[in-house]
């Protein structure tokens, strides 16, 4: 069965860091590529960042919203993900959940984690 | 960025009814729309994707159509386990948007 694993949220102050994992079980990690998304309370579901499978190089896109602020990476041999949260805003207070994600063959594959709240707050 | 508008939000219904939920995007994103369930404290399930095509192992009273701008997720003779909340995303482009979700809640 394919399980994603979030940890790491928690309540921090503003201006402080954070990194949450994305433990990926029952699938081979290194052929998807992984999502970071979030929803704020009472809010939709907003996208954060992308990381792309080795073969492409890894590459990276971010929000405008975190852009500079947030890092995402993987480690394929762990099966894990992470996302560095820096300089956090109370904006960013919300449930974060990781996705793995690939088409192949016309087909499309999404599995998400069930999220880990981060709370920005003083 | 693509909005993505979903309607209705709440949606009050019985066992056994047809329900739909639409989906409007800014712009036409084709058929690269799906559709997702979930219940509070859970992970978000992909139910439908490329519009209209079924995951594996989702009942088949789910159904899905539309492409361009418009589309639809419709649940066929409503399931006690179906009375979740629903989302569409695109992914047309990576940088995927949400509709705001439509909560199916029991009449």
């Known amino acids: 069965e394919v399980q994603l694993v979030e940890s790491g949220g928690g309540l921090v102050q503003p201006g402080r860091s954070l990194r949450l994992s994305c433990t990926g079980l029952?699938?081979?990690?290194?052929?998807?590529?992984i999502n970071w998304f979030r929803r704020a309370p009472g809010e939709g579901l907003e996208w954060v960042s992308l990381?792309?499978?080795?073969?492409?190089?890894?590459?990276?896109e971010y929000a405008a919203s975190v852009k500079g602020r947030f890092t995402i990476s993987r480690d394929d041999s762990n099966a894990v993900a992470y996302l560095q949260l820096h300089s956090l805003k109370t904006d960013d207070t919300g449930v974060y959940h990781c996705?793995?994600?690939?088409?192949?063959?016309?087909?499309?594959?999404?599995?998400w984690g069930q999220g880990t709240l981060v709370t920005v707050s003083s | 960025d693509i909005q993505m508008t979903q309607f209705p939000s709440t949606l009050s219904a019985s066992v056994g009814d047809r329900v739909t939920i639409t989906c409007r995007a800014s712009?036409?994103?084709?058929?690269?729309l799906a559709w997702y369930q979930q219940k509070p404290g859970k992970a978000p399930k992909l139910l439908m994707y490329?519009?209209?095509t079924l995951e594996s192992g989702v009942p088949s009273r789910f159904s899905g159509s539309g492409s361009g701008t418009e589309f639809t997720l419709t649940i066929s003779g409503l399931q006690p386990d179906d009375f979740a909340t629903y989302f569409c995303?695109?992914?047309?482009?990576?940088?995927?948007?949400f509709g705001q979700g439509t909560k199916v809640e029991v009449k």
């Open positions: 996705a793995a994600g690939r088409i192949v063959g016309g087909v499309y594959e999404d599995y």
């Open positions: 029952g699938f081979t990690f290194g052929d998807y590529a």
């Open positions: 990381i792309r499978r080795e073969v492409f190089d890894a590459t990276t």
């Open positions: 712009q036409n994103i084709f058929s690269w």
């Open positions: 490329k519009a209209s």
């Open positions: 995303q695109q992914y047309n482009t990576f940088l995927r948007t």
